[in-house]
């Protein structure tokens, strides 16, 4: 990062005429004034962010109930008991392992995605307005809503696909796309894809426009063919981006709950790990459990995230 | 023909059909939601792979239905609809009035703690929702606060806020320093600056990051489910709708409207200000 802060602004002579005190140096002034905008910031998230996962990480070690909830103070008697019920309900595994691959083929298919659409509505032509606002509908609209949607284009009975694919592609049986093993999680994986590639589509194109023209017309003027240009001018600009987007999209696709949750409800080899936090919170009333498999799923997290930045974030930082 | 020529070619031909491609699976649902919308349910029960209204099969009954209060027998989406618009501009003001002063510092001033506070709101994302749901839900519950819109109106700043700070940490970054220099040479103090020169300059991106963080709190769904599902008066727009598909009782064409209901002030909103947010920002500001 080249940006410097401004060094300008010599007029701080004016400052403070009192002869005693020294005014502050501009330095100083410029670190206070930080501190002083930042404050309301940190302070929010402090609150509503971070002590609550303070507590989730007490909680997961306390038996707690939502019955006894009234009564149970800060700090309980603590146990391992959580960890030992959650590591042994039946489906632990499976629940992990599916949402490692929910999560790849969300992020690779919507980052894949958004990098065509990105590339596509780069150079103005007629509508493109229109085009690359369309491109962002997925992503605005309500999760609620789109879900629904899909739920009802893939019905086998009053879905539009299966109308389709019956009378122009020959399936046999109406495909039950949502509620059978053997397709449940590639929809979602699929749907995931869909909602999330404007995401990466919005990130792309800023970059995309910020990359100089003046780059791309040397390279053009040397012979460099289209896909060329792509692939030594606009790819490694774009690479930080897409390593940036990488991260926040397996993070994002990892820790999601709404799509998955309203989609199947966790059936059909679906069950994603916050799906089953949601299972302890609500059906089972076990707090405690539920923040103990929270906090598992925040570990496995952690350490996905750990081992990319080793291998591939290492020289971002330079 | 070289290969450059060969290339240039079919790439626009490529190009064109991509464009189609998203255009229709981009568009497609919302527009299978409307027609929808629309049609009686036994006239979708009879032709399920119709894209678009049959003659005389027009109708708005489930419009009707669906806003009407539960009372008269509808579905109560009037209320859902302001208890959303309510959360979702008071979690929208306050997200800017934190979120501007942050991104300022953390994008211009150089301050202790600064390149902390960068990783502090990545660390951020690292944390799950649900993992965060869990003790708000437990405290809310204890302080009452399960089942107020005030207590989902904080929860959703908490959730748009890193997002924010990020996305106009961004667009700061982009305004050139020297701007901000020729102002302070010309005697702006700081606010001055950020007055006068940085917020206009930044006004088409926070107007973005004001509808993008509209657009989450209007969207949200798992702390509303959380914390209001057995206050049905409090409901937002998504958790009713949610609710109300998981039952049968509720015909398929009924919710339709209901998503319609949910989807349109977004798309409205966001079709209406797409201008707004389009490149261009600084360019011609400076000279050189």
């Given at each position: 990062m080249t940006t410097t802060a401004?060094?300008?602004?010599?007029?701080?002579?004016?400052?403070?005429?009192?002869?005693?005190r020294r005014p502050l140096t501009l330095r100083r002034r410029e670190s206070r004034a930080g501190l002083a905008l930042v404050a309301p910031t940190l302070l929010v998230v402090l609150l509503v962010i971070g002590i609550p996962i303070v507590w989730t990480v007490l909680l997961a070690f306390q038996r707690v109930r939502l019955a006894t909830l009234r009564r149970?103070?800060?700090?309980g008697e603590f146990t391992l008991g959580n960890f030992d019920r959650v590591l042994h309900t039946p489906g632990f595994a499976d629940t992990l392992w599916t949402t490692v691959l929910y999560s790849l083929g969300g992020t690779a298919g919507s980052i894949l995605l958004g990098l065509v659409a990105a590339l596509i509505v780069r150079r103005p032509f007629r509508g493109r307005t229109l085009v690359r606002a369309s491109m962002l509908l997925p992503y605005v609209a309500p999760v609620v809503a789109v879900t629904f949607v899909w739920q009802v284009m893939l019905?086998?009975?009053?879905g539009v696909v299966n109308d389709w694919g019956q009378r122009f592609?020959?399936?046999?049986a109406p495909i039950p796309f949502l509620s059978q093993d053997s397709t449940a999680l590639w929809t979602v994986i699929t749907f995931e894809a869909w909602r999330y590639f404007p995401f990466a589509f919005l990130f792309l194109l800023a970059r995309l426009q910020a990359v100089p023209a003046d780059l791309e017309e040397a390279a053009r003027v040397d012979g460099a063919t289209p896909t060329q240009r792509f692939r030594h001018i606009l790819l490694p600009q774009l690479m930080p981006v897409i390593a940036l987007l990488a991260v926040l999209r397996f993070i994002m696709t990892f820790n999601k709950f709404d799509d998955v949750y309203l989609l199947t409800g966790g059936s059909a080899g679906t069950e994603v790990v916050s799906v089953r936090v949601y299972q302890f919170l609500t059906?089972?009333?076990?707090v405690g459990a539920a923040a103990a498999q929270a906090v598992v799923l925040a570990v496995v997290l952690i350490a996905f995230v750990a081992i990319y930045l080793r291998f591939f974030g290492a020289h971002r930082e330079a | 023909m070289d290969r450059d020529r060969i290339e240039t070619v079919s790439l626009r031909w490529l190009r064109r059909v991509v464009i189609a491609a998203f255009l229709i699976i981009t568009v497609l649902p919302f527009w299978y939601m409307l027609v929808l919308s629309v049609r009686p349910i036994e006239r979708l029960l009879l032709?399920?792979?119709?894209?678009w209204v049959p003659v005389?099969?027009?109708?708005v009954a489930t419009y009707a239905e669906v806003l009407k209060a539960a009372e008269d027998?509808?579905?109560?989406?009037l209320t859902f609809i302001r208890n959303s618009g309510l959360v979702a501009l008071a979690a929208t003001l306050l997200t800017l009035v934190v979120a501007i002063p942050g991104a300022y510092a953390v994008s211009r001033l150089r301050f202790f703690g600064r390149r902390q506070v960068n990783a502090l709101f990545l660390a951020v994302y690292l944390f799950p929702s649900i993992v965060i749901a869990i003790p708000l839900f437990v405290v809310f519950t204890r302080v009452g606060l399960r089942g107020s819109l005030f207590g989902l109106v904080l929860v959703y700043i908490s959730q748009t806020l890193p997002v924010s700070v990020y996305m106009l940490k961004n667009y700061f970054e982009t305004i050139p320093i020297s701007l901000e220099e020729s102002a302070a040479i010309d005697g702006a103090g700081r606010l001055g600056i950020i007055r006068r020169v940085s917020l206009p300059l930044a006004a088409p991106s926070i107007m973005a990051v004001a509808l993008y963080d509209f657009m989450i709190a209007w969207n949200e769904f798992l702390f509303a489910l959380l914390f209001l599902v057995d206050k049905p008066n409090r409901w937002t727009v998504s958790l009713g709708l949610s609710l109300l598909a998981?039952?049968?009782?509720?015909?398929k064409t009924v919710l339709m409207a209901g998503s319609v209901i949910l989807t349109l002030p977004i798309v409205i909103l966001f079709f209406a200000s797409e201008r707004l947010l389009t490149e261009g920002l600084t360019s011609g500001a400076e000279k050189g």
């Open positions: 401004p060094e300008a602004g010599r007029s701080s002579v004016r400052e403070r005429p009192g002869p005693r149970t103070g800060l700090f019905d086998p009975q009053l592609l020959g399936w046999d059906a089972r009333t076990d | 032709d399920p792979g119709s894209l005389g099969e027009f109708t027998g509808g579905q109560g989406f998981d039952g049968v009782e509720v015909p």
